[in-house]
């Protein structure tokens, strides 16, 4: 019997070894980056802490090119951490210089950290592409929740379908994506019919010298039904890229409404239906001017004003982490600065991080650069931010505001040298002058200035 086993299984190598090899090609992209920060005064405050650490990512994109018009495509990233940080992911969470902890209900309503959500390995997206007479398209994880220019772009992944067709100079595409499968999900009963979902259609004209796109979003929030509230959401987001010469513009905004909270009847006797009511806006205008460039931006997005009970006026897009202005003020990008700005809690305080999402701001932005030499870049920047709301919380009908509307003011410097065509190197500073909406509603809280020393090594392939 040992005979015959080692017989067959020399024979299936050797069928092996004789078939044809498949003729699928490979291109490997993807980027590397090591990043060192050093911030003053995280906590805005007096007689506060310093900190000062590294943190990098590897990331592999390769595409298989299958046939012509049959391609799949994968992005994992490996070694998203802090140096000298022994935990891949456990009990810890360091912020945006890794993948974020998941914390998830354990036993007897404890709360676990998700020991798998980091590994040394991770893949992020898995898609194939592939064009038909109608069109493209692309199913699998993708890259979701970008659109337009960098104001709204998030760049997640998640599953979705998508398809897109050529239209004249115009290009359609129809999407739908997969938020949260509740059916199989632990600690939910597995509610059927619960889950959270989009879809979307939008069109891109192109022509020489301009592009211009209409989404239409619509979210379907199931998850927290029936005992819950339903959301169902509605997104309409134009935009609009063009060049003049030596001027260049963008601009994009959004219009959110629909129903924030929903109730099934019989709803729950303390409770009422939420409307959505919510803007964000955004252009840039940049002008080049041989080896120098100058501009200004703006963007604002809406928060909710807690004055009336029945609606909603938050932006939930707009402000994303692909758009910094500053350094420090609301850039999750370099993960320095530890109080910051959120829907629910705008006031500082440790536990309330930079999120990704920038709801209630308004930023005015100024910058310029010089290019030296074809290798060398140097750039300044100014920002001024406020909130577009002071509200802060409500209680018994009653709602407590911000002492001020002023995030603060900061100035940037950044010089980046070309080392090789596809790696560089960053060096920058940056200086707040903290604003008084840093206080919350005390007015006697003591605040102080901020700024941050920074220094990148990025290698793109």
Do not use: C
């Amino acid at each position: 019997m040992k005979k015959l086993l080692v017989v067959l299984l020399s024979l299936g190598l050797i069928a092996a070894f004789s078939m044809t090899a498949s003729a699928a090609d490979m291109k490997f992209g993807g980027g590397y980056y090591v990043v060192g920060a050093y911030e003053n005064n995280p906590t805005l405050t007096e007689n506060s802490y310093s900190k000062a650490f590294f943190y990098t990512r590897t990331r592999l994109q390769p595409v298989f090119q299958i046939a012509e018009g049959l391609t799949f495509t994968a992005r994992m990233d490996a070694l998203e951490k802090q140096w000298g940080n022994t935990n891949m992911k456990g009990g810890t969470d360091d912020l945006t210089s890794s993948r974020r902890a998941v914390s998830q209900v354990g036993a007897a309503g404890t709360t676990q950290i998700n020991q798998k959500i980091q590994e040394s390995l991770e893949f992020e997206r898995a898609y194939v592409t592939f064009l038909t007479g109608l069109g493209m398209f692309q199913i699998g994880y993708q890259n979701v929740d970008d659109w337009g220019t960098d104001f709204g772009n998030y760049s997640n992944s998640r599953p979705r379908a998508a398809f897109a067709t050529k239209l004249g100079p115009m290009t359609l595409n129809l999407v739908y994506e997969k938020l949260y499968e509740n059916d199989t999900a632990i600690n939910t009963g597995h509610q059927v019919d619960a889950d959270n979902d989009t879809y979307a259609i939008s069109g891109v004209y192109n022509a020489k010298g301009m592009e211009a796109g209409l989404l239409y979003k619509y979210y379907m929030l199931n998850s927290s039904a029936p005992a819950g509230a339903k959301s169902t959401r509605n997104l309409i987001s134009p935009y609009v890229k063009a060049t003049f010469g030596p001027v260049y513009i963008e601009g994009e905004a959004t219009y959110w409404f629909g129903k924030y909270a929903a109730y099934e009847a019989p709803a729950p006797a303390t409770t009422q239906d939420i409307d959505l009511q919510a803007y964000s806006a955004y252009f840039k205008v940049m002008g080049n001017f041989g080896p120098a460039y100058a501009g200004v931006q703006f963007g604002y997005v809406s928060g909710n004003d807690l004055s009336d009970d029945t609606k909603n006026t938050t932006a939930w897009s707009g402000g994303g982490p692909s758009w910094s202005p500053a350094l420090l003020l609301m850039n999750d990008g370099y993960n320095t600065q530890s109080g910051g700005v959120s829907a629910a809690s705008p006031g500082l305080s440790a536990a309330n991080p930079v999120t990704s999402s920038k709801y209630n701001v308004i930023v005015y932005n100024a910058f310029g650069g010089f290019n030296p030499t074809p290798k060398l870049n140097l750039e300044a920047a100014l920002t001024y931010a406020t909130v577009a709301q002071k509200a802060l919380s409500k209680t018994g009908g009653v709602v407590t505001e911000a002492v001020s509307d002023k995030l603060g003011t900061e100035i940037d410097i950044k010089a980046t040298y070309k080392i090789y065509g596809n790696l560089t190197y960053m060096i920058g500073a940056g200086y707040l002058m903290t604003g008084d909406y840093f206080k919350g509603a005390d007015s006697n809280k003591k605040i102080d200035d901020d700024y941050v020393l920074l220094n990148q090594l990025t290698l793109s392939f």
